[in-house]
Structures are given as C-alpha cells and as structure tokens.
C-alpha cells in the first residue's frame, strides 16, 4: 500500500497569512495527488486534484504543486472559513490512501 | 444538482449485519464508479471499497475483505455496502463518494453513523 504522510499534524495560524502543508507519497505516485477540506461534522470536499488542478468552484488562494512523492497545499491568504481539517489522498493505487489530516486552527 | 444521500446507519452488536444505502440524483448514475469512504470517530479517512460503473469491477481495502459486499442498482441510481461480522473497530461515519473523471472523490454524500457496540 501508498503511505501518504501530512506535515504538520496541526498548524495554527492567522487571518491572513500564508499556510503551506506538505504531503509525502511512499513511493512515486506522479500526479495522482488530491486535496480535501474537511469541516467539523461536514462530509470532505475536494479542494485540488491531480495535485494542482483547482475543483471548479473553489476560492484561488488555494493552490497545489509537486509531482512524484512530495506535494504542497497552500494557501495565499487564510479567510475565517479556512479553518477546517486537510487531507492528502492518492490516487495512482489501490487501495486508495489518506494522509492522516493536518488541522489548521486559529492563532 | 449532484446529490447523494446515505441512509441506513444505526447500533448493531458485534457479529452483527447492516445494509447501507446510497441514493443519487443529479447526474447519470449508471456512468460513473463509487465508492465508500468511513471515518472512525475523530479520526481521519479510510477508504473502505470501489465499483466500476457497471459493477463488474470491485475492489475492497483489506480490514474488511471478504465481511464487506459493495454493490449497485443503475435502474435504481442507488449504491449499497452489505456490512457483515461487524466489529467495534468498523464503527465510523460512512460516506458514499462519486469518482470523478479524474481519479479523485468529487462528491460526497452526507454520511451515516455506525456504531458496533453491545
């Protein structure tokens, strides 16, 4: 099976600044990386997929790069609704893997 | 609008069956492969099975090969996961999620609880 690992486990930080969260693949995945934004007793929501292609709908302070085993989400500048939980997810294997979450709280 | 609805969550005691239900509309069912994702509580995401969009291709994650059966009804736009030998480590939130034409999870349906307890 693909591990995906999520640094940091939990970040906290303010209205406005820059967050970046990083994912690592066990092996090569390509691009098959996605991002989900999960809120507190809400079903998660795809934010990225194929590691930088923006869900239709989602804000464009969101963004994501990388390809083979390393990956970043970032966001440009944190609104309030930013808060929430964020999953990594590959997609090149089966069975489908989640990094374990990074949650991102106000400072 | 795409909208999918799970239902048939519930207390079952260890050993115990259930059947969950996904039911979507919004989109044409019959071409598009699903899958169910759980959520142990406060824990993160565990993808759970897949089916091919005519049911011919399925696969499952290994804690609960051969206790799970995913199924599908294309006349019906409905999605089931026959849930056998529950354990209290199957307690989660169940969530039927659409696979997009992309290989990601692009919709997501409420959720339902299940909880194996005696």
């Known amino acids: 099976d693909i591990q995906m690992t999520q640094s940091p486990s939990s970040l906290s930080a303010s209205v406005g600044d820059r967050v970046t969260i990083t994912c690592r693949a066990s092996?090569?995945?390509?691009?098959?990386l996605n991002w989900y934004q999960q809120k507190p007793g809400k079903a998660p929501k795809l934010l990225i997929y194929?590691?930088?292609s923006l869900e239709s709908g989602v804000p464009s302070r969101f963004s994501g790069s990388g390809a083979g085993t390393d990956f970043t989400l970032t966001i440009s500048s944190l609104q309030p609704e930013d808060f929430a939980t964020y999953y990594c997810?590959?997609?090149?294997?089966?069975?489908?893997?989640f990094g374990q979450g990074t949650k991102l709280e106000i400072k | 609008e795409v909208q999918l609805v799970e239902s048939g969550g519930g207390l079952v005691p260890p050993g115990g069956s259930l059947r969950l239900s996904c039911a979507a509309s919004?989109?044409?069912?019959?071409?598009?492969?699903m899958n169910w994702v759980r959520q142990a509580p406060g824990k993160g995401l565990e993808w759970v099975s897949y089916?091919?969009?005519?049911?011919?291709?399925?696969y499952y994650a290994d804690s609960v090969k051969g206790r799970f059966t995913i199924s599908r009804d294309n006349a019906k736009n409905s999605l089931y996961l026959q849930m056998n030998s529950l354990r209290a480590e199957d307690t989660a939130v169940y969530y039927c999620a659409r696979a997009g034409l992309y290989p990601n999870f692009d919709y997501w349906g409420q959720g339902t609880l299940v909880t194996v307890s005696s």
């Open positions: 092996q090569s995945i390509s691009r098959y």
């Open positions: 919004g989109f044409t069912f019959s071409s598009f492969e």
């Open positions: 089916i091919g969009s005519s049911g011919s291709i399925i």
């Open positions: 194929a590691a930088s």
């Open positions: 997810q590959q997609s090149y294997g089966i069975p489908r893997t």
